[in-house]
């Protein structure tokens, strides 16, 4: 069985990370560079097509929050090379299907930066089976972050958004 936790591997995401970057410049909004100071959550952040949302974020001079569940390594590397560009960047483990997990997740975000502009739902897990092969087990594990994950995630970055203060500009993505 093959799956990937926290990003999904899907080999080549140069073309959409590229159209992520002309739009994060604000390049149709006059160049201001529209996420610059910007707090960014963005979950499966250690590898794959999340690692190159959170570089296009931290390239545009975003605060980047780095979540990662099993991808401890390439999370921090991804960190390191926010921090590389001059931009702040946090690492943050947390299992999407654990409630809790999330609340302290954004607690963190919280604690560290006063708020949360930018919530990018990356994690997924993909399992390369045919649908007669899955458990129950499977079923729980992919449903369990792709599904309740981005429920909960969303749900707290909404509670964290509308607590800190009412915001004129905030942003949730959804990577399906």
């Known amino acids: ?3 990937t936790v926290c990003g999904r591997e899907r080999g080549t995401d140069e073309v959409p990370i590229a159209q992520l ?10 160049g201001s560079g ?25 390239q545009q001079g975003a605060n980047v929050v780095v979540h990662y569940n099993t991808s401890a390594p390439g999370a921090a590397d991804v960190a390191a090379q926010i921090r590389g560009y001059g931009s702040h960047a946090m690492i943050c483990q947390a299992d999407l299907r654990e409630e809790s997990a999330i609340q302290s997740m954004f607690q963190l975000v919280v604690d560290q ?7 990018v739902n990356n994690s997924g897990v993909t399992l390369a089976r045919s649908f007669l092969d899955l458990s129950v087990e499977d079923w729980d594990l992919v449903h369990g972050i792709n599904l309740r994950g981005m429920f909960l ?4 970055g ?7 203060f009412p915001p004129s500009w905030r ?6």
Do not use: P, W, Y
Not at 113 to 119: K, P, V
Not at 153 to 156: A, D
Not at 158 to 164: F, I, N
């Open 158 to 164: 909404a509670t964290v958004q509308h607590s800190v």
């Open 1 to 3: 069985m093959q799956r």
């Open 113 to 119: 930066f006063g708020r949360i502009d930018i919530l």
């Open 171 to 176: 942003q949730f993505l959804n990577n399906a």
């Open 153 to 156: 995630c969303s749900q707290g």
């Open 34 to 58: 529209m996420v610059r100071g910007k707090v960014a959550l963005i979950t499966g952040a250690g590898t794959g097509i999340g690692k190159g949302i959170a570089l296009a974020f931290g």
């Open 21 to 30: 970057h002309e739009t994060l410049r604000g390049r149709d909004h006059g």
